[in-house]
C-alpha cells in the first residue's frame, strides 16, 4: 500500500520560510519522478514543482528562484523549502509520485502565508 504524508505546512508571515516534507512508503521512490502541486480556493491544482529519478528539478515560474525540491533516497523523504514567502503561495500543498502510469497523491498540507 502506497502512502504518502506530508508535513511541515502552517501559518507563516510575508517574506517567511516553511520547508514541507513528505514520506514515501510502499513505493520504490527512487523510481518515481516526485513533484509539489498547490491547490488556493477556488482555483485549478498547479504543479509547483518536480524532481526526477536523476535529481533534474523543474520549477512553475512564480517560485523560481524562492522554493527548492529535494529528495532524500534513503530517508525515502521529499523536500520542498520555501523562502520568501507571499499571500499568494497560500493553498493547500499535496505531494504527487509518479512512475511511468502510477500516479500517487497524498492528503495536502495547508500553507498560509498572512501577517
Known amino acids: 500500500q502506497v502512502q504518502l504524508v506530508e508535513s511541515g505546512g502552517g501559518l507563516v508571515q510575508p517574506g517567511g520560510s516553511l520547508r514541507l516534507s513528505c514520506a514515501a512508503s510502499?513505493?520504490?521512490?527512487?523510481?518515481?519522478?516526485m513533484g509539489w502541486y498547490r491547490q488556493a480556493p477556488g482555483k485549478q491544482r498547479e504543479l509547483v514543482a518536480t524532481?526526477?529519478?536523476?535529481?533534474?528539478?523543474t520549477y512553475e515560474d512564480s517560485v523560481k528562484g524562492r522554493f527548492t525540491i529535494s529528495r532524500d533516497i534513503a530517508k525515502n523523504t521529499v523536500y520542498l523549502q520555501m523562502n520568501s514567502l507571499k499571500p499568494e503561495d497560500t493553498a493547500v500543498y499535496y505531494c504527487?509520485?509518479?512512475?511511468?502510469?502510477?500516479?500517487?497523491w497524498g492528503q495536502g498540507t495547508q500553507v498560509t502565508v498572512s501577517s
Open positions: 524532481i526526477s529519478s536523476g535529481d533534474s528539478t
Open positions: 504527487n509520485a509518479r512512475y511511468r502510469w502510477l500516479v500517487y
Open positions: 510502499g513505493l520504490r521512490f527512487s523510481l518515481y519522478t
